[in-house]
């Protein structure tokens, strides 16, 4: 495959040149390439090409929930949002906390035959903080993290024991970071916004208690550490010092935290509900400033798919969830490119090549040798987000009828086209 006239979005920055893939593979990058070979061509003239994206958090529902998402329909809209590879949490029907989950999950990925699918092994058995789940031979059958993710691990033993198993292991545990006691059944976060709708409020304690004892048992082991979905400005502070300090600690946030504020809550939507909870200006521009400065180092969607029935009942009754991964790249290019947050390699790197980094996966950047993952848009042509139109079973998204720049052309996996508009 040659693709010719687009404009890379490489590390160092953006250059106008051609591409030819041959075999998966990326094997030339150049001003002009002839095609000797009558290889398939794409045009993409006016358009950027991106190393394809990857998203390191995603809940695919299957086993066991498949009326809210199951692996085809969740790499179908993986791949029409931009992604080459998604990594999915293990919060299943069984749990995928032994290597038969997760051997049929990474099975299934490859039948579906679209997007890289890798699944994510559950830390403790059934994902009840009460005894470690079989890490090495879930790494053994292609787990490429473990994470109880939906439930932080509240035994302090266990988690010290399971990050330092997974640093044997060669694997990163992924930490969903919630004191529940300190939720106490909260559904929102606390605040203005939960006191005018009478919604029992989350203070940002209950995220960075558990963050601040994560970077602690990750100082402690020199044992690496990631922390999920970041959403407060005391989280990011928290990470940043541990950081400068040297702390093995990387950290991803979502869309929804660096996009909107709490305010959003008061029309009682309920697929505003999720966890950890949408917060305040002050938490949005703190994440900003955290994906500015290198304290955050990934964009994950953490999409979370249901069935409508799981939305269309009382605030306090709804599931936590917003469905996300084909509106994820455009709330990206719209409010972090095109507001000047960061630049269009920095989006690649936080979309991309930090995610591959993080978990040890092929691919994140475009290079002669790479591997031929590539995603292809038009970062100025405008979309209207309609999720009667979602690829995903879950259509739950407080941000229908939003307008995003920003629009997928071409989702290209190991040199084959698996999405085109």
Known sequence: ?????????????????????????????????????????????????????????VH????????????????????????TQICCMPNTNPVADNKIVVGYIRQRGKEVGLCKIHPIGAITKG???EELAAIGSMQKAGAVAISDDGVAVKNTRLMYNAMQYAKGFGIKCLCHCEDKDLVDGGVVNEGLSATITGLKGIPRAAEDIII????????????????????????????????????????ETCPH??????????????????????REEADKLAILEGLKD???????????PHHEDDKNVEYNLAAFGISGIETSFGFAITYLYKTG?????????????????????????????????????????????????????GKNTPFNGYKLNGVVKYTIVDGDIKYKA
């Open 341 to 393: 947050v960061l630049s269009l390699s920095q989006i690649a790197e936080k979309m991309s090549y930090n995610p591959a980094q993080i978990l040890g996966l092929e691919g994140g950047e475009i290079a002669e040798g790479k591997v031929a993952d590539l995603t292809i848009a038009n970062i100025e042509e405008s979309f209207v987000v309609d999720s009667s139109k979602f690829e995903s079973k």
């Open 127 to 129: 994902e009840k903080g």
């Open 1 to 57: 495959m040659i693709i010719r006239n687009g404009w890379l979005v490489l590390r160092g920055g953006v250059e106008k040149k051609d591409i030819l893939a041959v075999d998966g593979k990326i094997v030339k990058i150049a001003e002009s390439i002839e095609n000797t070979t009558g290889e398939e061509e794409i045009n993409a003239e006016g358009l950027h090409i991106f190393p394809g994206l990857i998203d390191i958090h």
């Open 257 to 278: 935290y660096f996009s909107v504020t709490d305010e959003i809550i008061r029309g009682y939507d309920t697929n505003t509900k999720v966890n950890p909870p949408i």
């Open 294 to 304: 290198g304290t955050l180092d990934c964009i994950v969607t953490d999409h979370a």
């Open 212 to 251: 601040a004892r994560e970077l602690a048992l990750a100082e402690s082991l020199d044992a690496p550490v990631h922390i999920c979905h970041v959403s407060t400005y005391s989280g990011v502070r928290l990470i940043r010092d541990a950081k400068a300090a040297g702390v093995q600690v990387t950290a």
């Open 60 to 83: 695919l529902r299957e086993p066991g929930f498949e009326r809210k998402e199951n692996i085809e329909s969740g790499a179908r809209a993986a791949v029409k949002g931009g992604f």
